[in-house]
Antibody, heavy 120, light 110 residues
Framework: QVLLQESGPGLMKPSEALSLTCAVS?????????WGWIRQPPGKGLEWIGA???????YYNPSLKSRVTISVDTSKNQFSLKLSSVTAADTAVYYC?????????????WGQGTLVTVSS | QSVLTQPPSVSAAPGQKVTISCSGS????????GSWYQQFPGTAPKLLIY???KRPSGIPDRFSGSKSGTSATLDITGLQTGDEADYYC???????????FGGGTKLTVL
């Protein structure tokens, strides 16, 4: 059973850069699948941020692409998200997940999520 | 504004059947199968349906998915009070080269 666990700062100030890490256990990232990030603002719906393959190949949400970088460290079996110049609109629960690229990129495993609040 | 369109809410009585729709376009639902997620308050979403009506292990067959043209549908039969949750559709959008989601539908079991 694959388990994912997000970690990162809970509170940030506007204009700072957000950095989150997703530690994966029970499955080796180097084996396959895409690994991605999804966020959910309080009381709102899901927004896909982007995903990365073990080779470093990435897909990003076009609306966030200019501010997002996703990277992977197969030696540590983890992947990371960096989001630059955050504003209050980036306040959300951030989830990491495993995406099935052999199908239609559905997220078949999710982390528990971590709340990131952007406030001055 | 979500790429996929879902009704904000649906409701039905216990034991009944409910249908949740997800409308898209030729670049997403029209050429790809949708997936469906169930989310309870304060918890992560859970995959219910993917590909052509496939269910992950442990998901009961009361949940089923279908597609017609550029719309996908989630059917839930034999409704239970424990099915009260938010439901999201999602799929790959070939034009955006990105995953897209619907805005979510809140299911109330009366």
């Amino acid at each position: 059973q694959v388990l994912l666990q997000e970690s990162g700062p809970g509170l940030m100030k506007p204009s700072e850069a957000l950095s989150l890490t997703c530690a994966v256990s029970g499955y080796a990232i180097s084996t396959g699948y895409y690994w991605g990030w999804i966020r959910q603002p309080p009381g709102k719906g899901l927004e896909w941020i982007g995903a990365i393959y073990r080779t470093g190949s990435t897909y990003y949400n076009p609306s966030l692409k200019s501010r997002v970088t996703i990277s992977v460290d197969t030696s540590k079996n983890q992947f990371s998200l960096k989001l630059s110049s955050v504003t209050a609109a980036d306040t959300a629960v951030y989830y990491c997940g495993r995406l099935n690229s052999g199908s239609y990129y559905e997220v078949d495993s999710w982390g528990q999520g971590t709340l990131v609040t952007v406030s001055s | 504004q979500s790429v996929l369109t879902q009704p904000p809410s649906v409701s039905a009585a216990p034991g009944q059947k409910v249908t949740i729709s997800c409308s898209g376009s030729s670049s997403n639902i029209g050429n790809n199968y949708g997936s469906w997620y169930q989310q309870f308050p304060g918890t992560a979403p859970k995959l219910l349906i993917y590909d052509k009506n496939k269910r992950p292990s442990g998901i009961p067959d009361r949940f089923s998915g279908s597609k017609s043209g550029t719309s996908a549908t989630l059917d839930i039969t034999g409704l239970q009070t424990g099915d009260e949750a938010d439901y999201y559709c999602g799929t790959w959008d070939s034009s955006l080269s990105a995953v897209v989601f619907g805005g979510g539908t809140k299911l109330t079991v009366l």
